[in-house]
């Protein structure tokens, strides 16, 4: 059975994902829990470059607060500014968007090239700035143009991995959700699905689209790349993309909810004074669907309940 270190895979994606494929990988969790910081240099290379038995490690491991990564633009900023021992010294030390998403995966792929693993990094839709998305959805070759510091510092950690010289695969996905309640976050699904029940009007984003992905196909997706022996960037992203005010509108519907309890706001004034969001931010899937992968619509999902 392959062996392979999953780092944060006690995450929403990454516990699913091992549970998923748990009779045909054994994916060994790599994260605060274990005793694992992938900002410690020393330790990622002890544990990963050092090892023997583990041919790949995915990265789910990342700060993924958008709004707190925007806080950290600035501090990040002046730290580039300085020598390279000072920079090494406060990203060991302090949790920000750059330490975890790029210097940590800086000591990833050191690691990963000493021990000669392959390297899977799961990436994001915000690296694009989804104003004006081509017809169909950005595919993996279009331009990136992240906005937010979350975005930025994704890509930056995309082309650490791309120009590393490793095998790798750079998975971007969107809005990731499962049906079974994951107790260490709410994915969007559920805090819809919370909404509804209180029974409370509420209002949700009705002018931005966004691309569900559901975890189960996800970790299929994941599977097939593994087994054979892919390489490069793939967008594992459902094939519906929709507001968050259809979206809801779907579950209410189908769930016998009240859909009258859902109101429409809009990015512009939700997010005003937040970090910036992609507006449309539609991947386009055709090149894992081409692997024969079946990456479902979020209504699917939902009408299969």
């Known amino acids: 059975m392959t062996k392979i270190f999953g780092i944060g895979a006690t995450g929403l994606i990454g516990s699913k994902v091992s549970q998923l494929l748990k009779d045909n990988f054994e994916i060994d969790n790599l994260s605060t829990e274990t ?5 410690n240099p020393q330790t990622v290379e002890r544990i990963i470059g050092n090892d023997k038995y583990h041919s790949i490690v995915i990265q789910f491991a990342a700060k993924t607060d958008v709004d707190g990564c925007e806080l950290d633009k600035e501090i990040d900023g002046e730290m580039l500014l300085k020598g390279e021992k000072e920079q090494e010294n406060f990203f060991q030390n302090n949790a920000t968007a750059w330490a975890i998403n790029v210097y940590g995966t800086k000591n990833v792929i050191e690691a990963c090239k000493k021990g000669n693993k392959k390297l899977i990094y799961i990436s994001t839709d915000y690296v694009f700035d989804g104003k004006n998305p081509p017809e169909g959805g950005y595919k993996e070759d279009d331009e990136t143009s992240p906005e937010g510091w979350y975005g930025i510092t994704k890509l930056e950690g995309e082309n650490l991995v791309r120009d590393s010289g490793l095998d790798y695969l750079i998975l971007r996905t969107s809005f990731p959700f499962r049906l079974d309640e994951f107790p260490g976050k709410k994915d969007f699904y559920h805090i819809f699905l919370d909404l509804l029940q209180k029974g409370d009007p509420f209002k949700v984003i009705a002018d931005a689209k966004v ?36 979206a ?16 429409k706001n809009y990015l512009e004034d939700f997010y005003k004074g937040r970090a910036p969001r992609p507006k449309f931010s539609v991947l386009n899937n055709s090149k894992i669907s081409g692997l024969g992968v079946k990456m479902r619509r979020f209504d699917e999902i939902i009408n299969s309940l």
């Open 35 to 39: 005793g694992f910081d992938i900002r």
């Open 211 to 246: 691309t569900p992905t559901y975890i189960d196909d996800f970790s299929k997706a994941l599977e097939t790349l593994i087994e054979k022996e892919a390489n490069g960037i793939f967008h594992i992203v459902g094939s519906q993309s929709l507001t968050a005010y259809e």
């Open 248 to 263: 809801a509108q779907l579950m209410a519907d189908k769930r016998g909810f009240n859909k009258d309890l859902i109101g």
